[in-house]
């Protein structure tokens, strides 16, 4: 099995260069113009995913799973088995609160 995990390499690249391209452009544009940039970054993201969507929706794919339906068979899941809820929350805590500041 290869070494190499491509996800942590690109997660741990991002946090390295991120701060590094903040801190240079600081020097060439103001804060509320730096916050403006990045706004219109996540407009960019969410159009894209509107229209992945959309055109997913045109489809229509048979035999396709509802992501509504499954969560809540995964909750009602958890409900009855109280054991796997307790190692699900045992593993999602430190993965919510503790992650960012781990690595």
């Known amino acids: 099995m290869p070494s190499y995990h491509g996800e942590e390499a690109t997660l741990n690249t991002a ?7 903040a801190g240079f452009l600081l020097t060439v544009w103001s804060v509320p113009t730096l916050i403006l940039i ?5 407009l960019a993201v969410i159009g894209t995913l509107v ?3 959309a055109r997913s929706g045109q489809e229509g794919s048979a035999g ?17 088995h109280p054991l796997v809820l307790g190692v699900f929350l045992l593993g999602m805590v430190p993965m919510i609160f503790c992650d960012p500041y781990a690595r």
């Open 64 to 80: 396709a799973f509802p992501a509504a339906s499954g969560i809540g068979e995964a909750q009602r899941f958890l409900r009855q």
């Open 38 to 42: 990045n706004a219109c970054s996540y």
């Open 15 to 21: 946090r390295i260069a991120g701060p590094a391209i």
């Open 51 to 53: 229209l992945i969507r």
